[in-house]
């Protein structure tokens, strides 16, 4: 196959086929709007939801094939690792879920790429949980 064979849309990046930087930062603007409101996970940015908004967007474009700013600037994600100071149980994967279903579902993408897009979230998600107490000050994340 010449190098002119490759070039047809098969060639094109996850990223490039949901719409790119705009279609990310939609999504990312929409998930720090519900963040803000929400109880449990807003203190965890202590204000800097801004700056918080940017890494996630520099990731998840890195992530499905786009720029890969997010790892000039801040070098391997190592996600595990940089959630180790949060206090991640279930409830709070619950709400980040609940927060970023909505704020994809506002893309307004084929149903096929809004579940290709959900699954790898639903995932990365889960993984991120480091404890199962309950968090500080309240009765959520007990389990049944
Ligand atoms: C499960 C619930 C989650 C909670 C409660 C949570 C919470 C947080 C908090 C408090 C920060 C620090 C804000 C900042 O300074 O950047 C952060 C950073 C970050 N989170 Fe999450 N997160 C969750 C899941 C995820 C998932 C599923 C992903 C990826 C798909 C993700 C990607 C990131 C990234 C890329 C950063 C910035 C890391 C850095 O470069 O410092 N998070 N998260």
Same mark, same amino acid.
């Given at each position: 196959?010449?190098?002119?064979?490759?070039?047809?849309?098969?060639?094109?990046?996850?990223?490039?086929?949901?719409?790119?930087?705009?279609?990310?930062?939609?999504?990312?603007?929409?998930?720090?709007?519900?963040?803000? !409101?929400?109880?449990?996970?807003?203190?965890?940015? /202590?204000? /800097?939801? /801004?700056?918080?908004?940017?890494?996630?967007?520099?990731?998840?474009? *890195?992530?499905?094939?786009?720029?890969? !700013?997010?790892?000039? $600037?801040?070098?391997?994600?190592?996600?595990?690792?940089?959630?180790?100071?949060?206090?991640?149980?279930?409830?709070?994967?619950?709400?980040?879920?609940?927060?970023?279903?909505?704020?994809?579902?506002?893309?307004?993408?084929?149903?096929?790429?809004?579940?290709?897009?959900?699954?790898?979230? *639903?995932?990365?998600?889960?993984?991120?949980?480091? !404890?199962?107490?309950?968090?500080?000050?309240?009765?959520?994340?007990? $389990?049944?």
């Amino acid at each position: 196959m010449s190098a002119a064979d490759r070039t047809g849309p098969a060639e094109l990046s996850f990223y490039e086929v949901i719409g790119g930087h705009d279609t990310i930062a939609g999504i990312v603007r929409r998930f720090y709007e519900g963040v803000r !409101t929400d109880e449990v996970l807003a203190p965890m940015y /202590d204000g /800097d939801f /801004d700056g918080a908004e940017d890494r996630l967007r520099m990731f998840l474009e *890195q992530y499905w094939g786009g720029p890969t !700013t997010y790892s000039e $600037q801040r070098g391997h994600p190592r996600l595990r690792m940089r959630h180790a100071p949060f206090h991640v149980n279930p409830d709070a994967r619950d709400r980040w879920m609940l927060h970023m279903t909505a704020a994809l579902k506002g893309a307004h993408l084929p149903p096929l790429h809004e579940a290709t897009f959900m699954d790898y979230l *639903q995932r990365a998600a889960h993984s991120m949980i480091n !404890t199962f107490e309950p968090t500080p000050g309240t009765s959520t994340g007990e $389990q049944a």
